[in-house]
């Protein structure tokens, strides 16, 4: 009796615990590397994109492609009344099981953007297969279109998106907005989402056709989108993101550019390293005030007139002329989010929370109407503390002799 | 021979038992309460453990040879006694709703969504049933490896996820109050309930009496080391509000973990590290409901039970979380009471039993030390 009993268990932990329940093959799914979301032809309804990798033709480094379909994704439309039903249509024409966990951007277009995203915030974190640390944007395009449009080195659309960011940190033209920081900037009582720009920009030039320059569309990170609450309400350019960036990212370093004192025509750039940015606000008599200091060393690595570091008089001019260009860009930003927007995507309502936890929970409601309000004094130095490897300017040596 | 373990053994089983529904079920709970300072709130309820746990071990001190259910026994006699082990009984079948809870939602919403509840339940009733069979010195050697494998998972979580920590999300401190946070941490004491009512079953079988208090403390504190990490990084990572949308914040924290390009999403790292101690929990609160059971209807040996035992636990576990909706409420609501209700009210009242029949319980004890 006990054999059975110990064979009928064994027999029953075989088919329970081996963990087949739920499985799925890898050769049955459609691996999604990007997703684009539309306005559907429908009032109030979507279009989904995915765009699916082909294995077999997405080579790798070690081999031919072998699909012999010559190309490395298929591009997938769906719609419905939500984002659930549009993914459904897309497995009524998919052959595999449509997963989402190697997604790696959520293309949003800016014309649903304005009508609100709460319910894509919503199913993109409420589904257990996506990555929390998926990009998402926006893009003026349709983000059907971005999301097939092959760029740079890489075969698949999506990793290219995901490069973009990776290895952007180097342009500060566009923030990087991964989907658990919109979740997190939309849920908050203080602070407003912003979400990363996209655009398709002709900055490649066809081996076929060198002579027509470029001509070929490629994606472009081209600044960010600014929310209120779930709409988008406005857009900062690339050079006013930099500044953005400042306020909500931890940037090491940019690069300013600024004419040279002597040389109008000509350019010197300075590469801002060690950037220390700190917000700090201030109450007094019922008014609410911050200022934004902004701290960095700089290295000369570019100039375009004859400059040297043991020329003090030259650095300090440099140095004037970096900080005023960069008071006057986050001045710029600063006010623009402020009295254009109106939205505090600067995070200025968490700093207030965070040093006057009294007096924020009498203004978190009207938050919204007082940050407009709010005085912001910007402070910048730069000091400039090496030029690289040269020591001398970088003169003619016929023009020396001649003088000489 | 009596089943002993080593002090260390009791220590580890304190830390996996609170360690699986604290990090998560427990940290999402509080933080809709009082966002930001889930980690104050951790903080107060592990004192407040602490004090309940000094409670505990005083009174097994006073009859170090049996266990909370045997010494009011001595002190009251055989009903008193079957009254406390059916008082015992209830507070782990109503701990392995939120025990079961921790267990599905871990795994049956993060990695197969489609399968049946009932499945997750007949697995940790295999699992479990076949563990407490060998007893509790093979569960408390388990707990040991748990203790390095929760380490493990920290570590990793840590290296997955400072660079997106913001201190601004942790401050100000007591933005509900300071009333709201202690009443918030009434959440963590349900899982310090556990190890202390478990404390009270197990003490006798843990070898060295005289470092009890030592060994209960240290375990205390290094699981509040283990879990106080968890609330400091949901909401400096997530931020609070995030942390209080998710029942398991724990696994959306992990979801989000990355190290590098190629070592991210950490659920199944998070399951691998963590399994040992939610299966110490199912273990444990197997071990000691049979453990009741067996006092309740007076036999000698638990093992005659562990079948229908596991069965209504299991029952009431897949009956709690085949509805999400009840699970939640439970584990938020009944469960506080029943656990805080419980985990003050018994060990208290048999101190207070044992000072009134001081005289009665010394016999006892005598008469068994002659045994």
Redesign the interface.
Known sequence: MKRYLKWSLLLIIILLLTGCAGKRELNDLALVMAVGIDKGEEENSFKVTAQIARPADARGQTGAPSGQTGEPILTIVGQGESLFDAIRDLSSFTTRNVFWAHNQVIVINEDLAKDGIAQVIDFFTRNPELRMRTWVVITPEKASTLVSTVTGLELIPGEAVNKLFRYGEISNVAPNTQIMDVQAAYLSQSSQPIIARVTLKEVMVSNKKPEKGPTIKQVDLAGAGVFQEDRLVGILKPEETRALMLFTERLQSGVVTTPCTSKPERTISVELRDQMFQVTPHFKGSQISFTAEFDSLAVVVEAGCPFSIDDQEQVTEVEKAVEKKLKKEIETTVNKVQKEYKTDVLELGKVFHNDYPGYWKQVADDWEEVFPTVDIKVSVNVEIKDSVLLWEETNSGKKENSAN | MKVQISNGMFMALIINMIYAKAIGVTQGSMAREVGGDIWISTLIATIQGGVIMFLVIFVIRRMPEGDLIDQSARILGKWFGKFVALITFIFFLAAYGPVMSTFVFHLK???????PTL?FI??AF??GTYAIYFGVEVIARMALIGVFSIIALNILLMLGSLS?FDI?EL??TF?MGFLRTVWASRHHNTDWAMATIMAGIILPMVANKETWGKMGFAGIGYGMVFIIMWPILEAGV??P??AA?YIVSCM?MA??A?IG?FV??YEMIMIAFFALSILTQIMMSLLCASVAMQKILGLKDYRKVILPTAIILHAFGYWINFDKNRAVDFLEGWWVYISIGVAVGLPFLILVMGFFFKKKLKKEVVAEEAK
Do not use: K
């Open positions: 919403d993060y990695f197969l969504p489609e399968a499945l007949l697995a295999l699992i997106e601004r401050r100000p933005q997530l931020s509000e995030t949308q959306q979801r989000s990355q390009y991210h999403r």
